[in-house]
């Protein structure tokens, strides 16, 4: 779907890798494991699986539950041994990631243009919360959607519609920002207009289409919706 900025009324925004980085994930790593970097990719790439694989079984969990889950897969395929209160330690920093500097004034200027700003995520409402505090954007968004309320996981259709309805905006006339190529997918296939925000300046996926705009920071979005 090409991408029209003439159509949007609400920006909706995903969290985890878009707003905040999860690379923090592996500096809460590096004092406990041999290899961080590989523990903390496979945890990620885990995590994402298992929301996958829940949407089609029907065993829908609350995403901090998964992601405990997932830690504890990828520890024990790199054989580490942590203790209950390591784990919980790590799998804590999701809960105080590094925010993307430019977020907030990204967030600001669509604001000042007029646009609603949501946050549709996975995670569960108490990390939103605390993301949306850390981040510092509790003044710039309307509101969080989380998949708890319909305890179902991106990239499935039914969030994506759920969140054009907890926004009162028409689906098409939403366009949501995203770092995952999956998200990006699912909200394209929903109906949304797509902005790939490529924050590990990588390819985009050839097998999920074309997205609607890609950009390498809010400030292109801002850009894009409200003029340079």
Known sequence: MAFEPERVETVT??????????????????????????????????????TFVANYVDGYRPFYEINRAALEY????????????????????????????????????LREAG????????????????????????????????????????PAAEL??????RTGTPIDRIAHVAAGWFDVLGATSAGMQSVW??????????????PGLVVDSFHDVADELCGV
Request: net charge negative; proline share 3%; charged share 25%.
């Open 115 to 154: 646009y609603d700003c949501w946050v549709v995520s996975n995670g569960n409402p108490e990390m939103l919360e605390s993301m949306v505090e850390i981040a510092d954007i509790g003044d710039l968004v309307e509101g969080t959607v989380s998949a708890d309320e319909v305890r179902t996981f991106k």
């Open 197 to 210: 925000v490529n924050r590990a300046a990588g390819p985009w996926e050839p097998f999920a289409g074309d």
């Open 160 to 165: 994506y519609r759920h969140a054009a309805a």
């Open 13 to 50: 925004f995903d969290s985890y890798g878009t707003i905040v980085d999860v690379g923090a994930a592996e500096a809460a790593l590096a004092d406990l494991v041999a290899d961080p970097a590989s523990v903390s990719d496979l945890w990620r790439s885990r995590s994402l699986a298992y």
């Open 74 to 109: 990828a520890l024990a395929a790199h054989g580490a041994d942590l203790t209950e209160t390591e784990r919980e330690g790590v799998l804590s920093v999701y809960y105080d990631l590094d925010v993307y500097d430019d977020v907030r004034d990204g967030m600001e200027r």
